[in-house]
């Protein structure tokens, strides 16, 4: 296939695509087609949809909280104010046995798991 050929089969190529191809001037002043109503009433209600899923589990949320939060549940502290827990919700991990040295737990801690085998 030769250049010539080539030139040839793009020339005819260019002359279907014309004849196929409706008139500008036509296109230009043709009546627009009527758009669907559906095109606004479809993304209101699903934006509308949203909304109330959104407040139905807030609303859920809230209420569940509401009720299980205790009756006399203090108010959080402000800025500046030193809130003083009693018990502090991490003393116990602070106590240790009665009559165990740090130095009996330290070696239980230090021997070995495999020893007994």
Do not use: Q, Y
């Not at 020339?11 to 008139?23: N, T």
Request: charged residues 25%.
């Amino acid at each position: 296939m030769t250049d010539d050929d080539l030139k040839a089969r793009f020339a005819e190529l260019k002359k279907h695509d014309e004849r196929g191809a409706p008139d500008f001037a036509t296109m230009w002043r043709a009546p627009r087609t009527a758009r669907s109503r559906w095109r606004l009433v479809v993304p209101i209600a699903s934006v509308a949809a949203a909304a109330m899923l959104m407040l139905w589990c807030g609303a859920r949320v809230a209420l569940d909280t509401a009720a299980s939060a205790p009756p006399s549940a203090r108010a959080p502290a402000s800025r500046g104010e030193a809130v003083a827990l009693d018990p502090a919700p991490l003393d116990f991990l602070l106590e240790t046995p009665p009559g165990d040295s740090h130095a009996a737990l330290l070696s239980s801690l230090d021997s070995n798991p495999l020893a007994g085998w």
